[in-house]
């Protein structure tokens, strides 16, 4: 059973590393991963969230519902233009034990490029929501949070919120 991982957790704050071969661990692990963020209404969820520090994640493309399990995914460019869109994590979670949401800055459109369940490695170029959902899944791995792109103020009201939540 795995079990999420909350802001203040260093698990989230540690680099993976990257996978060298594809076991049926990981491919169950990556099953349950896919249960527990349809189960919590995610979008995305990376391997250090459940305490893994290894380089896989899994996200859904929330217009189409496709599932993407990716084994070491890279961003392999990013475009010069951005979009300010609001973002959530099931790690930063408030006082009503869910998301707490802030407007975060990143690149529109990127290339992804990953390793597939089967092995096949595949390239997507991803824009709008799919885009939003990889940078952030994929900064996890590097033990990045989306707060990080706050200013100081707006990540302190955020922080007061996640500090409010009962435990
Ligand atoms: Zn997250």
Redesign the pocket.
Known sequence: MLQMKLCGDLVLRTECAPVDKITPEILDVLDQMVDMMVAQNGV?L?AP?VGILSRFLVMMDPDTEIIYKMINPKILSRSTDTTNMEEG????LGSDNLPVYAHVSRPSSVVVEWTDENGTVQTAQMSGVPARIVQ??TD?LDGK??IDYLSPVRREMLMRKVRRRKL
């Open positions: 995305g990376a969230q994590c099931l790690s930063v952030h899944e996890h949070l989306f």
